[in-house]
């Protein structure tokens, strides 16, 4: 079951993360994204941290999106503090990615792929 919104608690400049909470039915799970996977998420580096709070309002729907997928595919023990750090970003990147290709961008890759090993077999091999 997908949790649900709550509350801001704010940016953590001790812990560089961005702490909230959401629900789960009645009980509330608390959450945090690091401000690295934060600046991952938005395409940028560096941001200040008396600007995170309206960089998570602007990506708040994928943060809790995430949060929320974290807490769904682990045990769900009570007191549990969902993190988000930018390894479950760079792994929404890729599962995002269409990986059957489409038009001529699909028949350059695999005819490069084809050009690759054509070149790397031996010539004895290619008879």
Do not use: W
Request: glycine share 6%; with cysteine; net charge negative.
């Amino acid at each position: 079951m997908p949790l649900t919104r709550d509350r801001i608690i704010g940016h953590d400049n001790d812990r560089l993360a961005f702490r909230f909470t959401m629900l789960n039915d009645a009980d509330t799970v608390e959450c945090q994204i690091s401000d690295a996977a934060m600046d991952e998420l938005g395409g940028v580096k560096g941001t200040e941290s008396m600007a995170r709070q309206a960089q998570f309002l602007s990506l708040r729907d994928t943060v809790e999106s995430i949060a929320s997928d974290i807490f769904d595919k682990g045990p769900c023990v009570k007191g549990q503090i969902v993190r988000i750090f930018t390894k479950h970003i760079q792994k929404l990147s890729v599962s995002s990615v269409d990986p059957i290709g489409t038009g001529s961008e699909a028949d350059a890759d695999q005819a490069a792929s084809l050009r690759i090993i054509a070149e790397t077999r031996p010539a004895s091999a290619a008879q």
